[in-house]
């Protein structure tokens, strides 16, 4: 039944395109918002309270953002689940970005849950100090109190996550083209996998040097 489900024409292209628009396009507007706050707090602060002062923001959450994500990742499971990998009988490089697509996908989807609970909940972390992140008031000045700075935890979870976050996007661009029929000769396709990789770099740099942004902001406060 699973396999069935995977191999249905339009399931397959739906999740395609969910992983582009509107999943994509949010993810590359999150990490470009959230680097306003290697420049500068003020301007942090002034980004977060629009997007929550928004009339019907949790409508537009759950229309843009969760309903798809949820989408994308149930079907993702699936499509998980009934892979049969073979990169280590066929080392081509479409082989290890079959099993790599669906590895992040899974990373992906652990810290995007958290992620959103997290910042949707009022919640006491058991760390080497308490720390609290407010729902839906949270600005630099609150982010710092979430426990970026533990080495060993949640700032490698982070940097993971965001890694993993970037490479499925990027990686996601390419096979949504070829499921999409818009890159059909090898020239095309080149040219789309070198897309990626830019944008797997610049999302990256940008994702980690936020990261770091808002731990060494935390670093002062603690």
């Known amino acids: 039944m699973l396999k069935d489900i995977e191999n249905n024409y339009l399931l397959r292209r739906l999740h395609s395109l969910s992983g582009i628009l509107p999943i994509g396009l949010f993810v590359i507007f999150h990490l470009m918002a959230n680097s306003v706050s290697i420049f500068s707090a003020e301007n942090y602060n002034a980004i977060i309270n629009f997007l929550r002062s928004l009339p019907f923001v949790?409508?537009?959450?759950?229309?843009?953002?969760?309903?798809?994500?949820?989408?994308?990742?149930v079907y993702g499971v699936i499509i998980y689940k009934t892979a049969k990998p073979n990169h280590f009988q066929y080392s081509y490089l479409e082989n290890w970005r079959y099993i790599l697509q669906r590895a992040t996908g899974m990373i992906a989807l652990v810290y995007?849950?958290?992620?959103?609970?997290?910042?949707?909940?009022?919640?006491?972390?058991?760390?080497?100090?308490?720390?609290?992140?407010?729902?839906?008031?949270?600005?630099?000045?609150?982010?710092?109190?979430?426990?970026?700075?533990?080495?060993?935890?949640?700032?490698w979870f982070y940097v993971i996550g965001i890694l993993a976050s970037v490479y499925h996007l990027a990686n996601g661009i390419w096979s949504f083209c070829i499921t999409w029929g818009i890159t059909v000769g090898k020239k095309s396709q080149l040219a789309v996998i070198s897309l990626s990789f830019l944008v797997f770099v610049v999302l990256s740099v940008v994702g980690i040097a936020t990261c770091n942004s808002l731990a060494e902001?935390?670093?002062?406060?603690l």
């Open 112 to 155: 995007i849950i958290y992620h959103i609970f997290q910042f949707r909940t009022v919640e006491e972390l058991d760390y080497d100090y308490i720390a609290k992140s407010l729902a839906g008031t949270q600005s630099i000045d609150f982010l710092p109190n979430i426990p970026l700075l533990n080495p060993f935890s949640i700032y």
């Open 217 to 221: 902001a935390g670093s002062k406060l």
């Open 58 to 73: 949790e409508l537009i959450e759950w229309a843009v953002l969760f309903l798809p994500i949820a989408f994308h990742a």
